[in-house]
């Protein structure tokens, strides 16, 4: 379709090869609607399987509007003026989000989304303790992240610190006299998981 006037309605002509036309008045109108912005993606993150619903903010989104996540299409679940709700399909690295409205006018934040992947637990030490808890653990893995949790043996510990990427600390809770996993669930809730990492003992009598 070629540009036009904005308030314009225009006549539609179909010429066939013997010069023999057909035309419909006025059967195109020419409107003046805004581009759409995308001003915010929430989260911004998800698992590298997706699933995520995330809200894309902004303005001027109109009814059908198609969401990218890179060159993904994804499944619009709701949709406003001013917000698209979509879910994240499955992916490996940070791609831009892409709102199109049904005049093919298009909105892209780069870099908005991130896919993360799950963190991993190599080793735990010290890998025996008291049953009456209390030693500090220095759990090696993969991609831990600030603002992680740690269980042993499904119960939570104490004194998280987060040291890098690939080292946790935490402080080891009471258990039973038995091995236990231990877990790292991050901010996303992905989790690593190392079974029969931790085994607690009886402390010797004095």
């Not at 013997?18 to 006025?26: F, K, L, R, T, Y």
């Amino acid at each position: 379709m070629p540009a036009g006037a904005a308030g314009n309605s225009v006549a539609v002509t179909v010429t066939n090869p013997d010069s023999q036309s057909g035309v419909i008045a006025s059967a195109y109108a020419y409107v003046n609607t805004p581009a759409p912005t995308i001003t915010a993606v929430a989260p911004a993150r998800a698992p590298l399987a997706g699933g995520v619903a995330v809200t894309i903010t902004g303005t001027n989104f109109v009814a059908g509007a198609t969401v990218k996540f890179g060159a993904i299409v994804a499944t619009v679940t709701a949709l406003s003026a001013t917000s698209v709700t979509a879910t994240a399909p499955a992916g490996t690295s940070s791609v831009g989000v892409t709102v199109t409205n049904p005049d093919n006018d298009a909105a892209t934040l780069a870099a908005a989304f991130k896919y993360v992947a799950a963190p991993t637990v190599k080793s735990v030490t010290p890998a025996k303790v008291s049953k009456e808890g209390g030693a500090t653990l220095t759990i090696s893995g993969t991609g831990f992240e600030t603002g992680a949790t740690v269980t042993v043996g499904g119960v939570a510990a104490t004194g998280v610190k987060f040291v890098s990427a690939s080292q946790i600390t935490a402080v080891a809770p009471a258990g039973s006299a038995a091995s236990q996993a231990v877990v790292v669930k991050n901010t996303d809730l992905q989790l690593g998981t190392l079974a029969a990492a931790v085994t607690y003992i009886t402390p010797p009598r004095a």
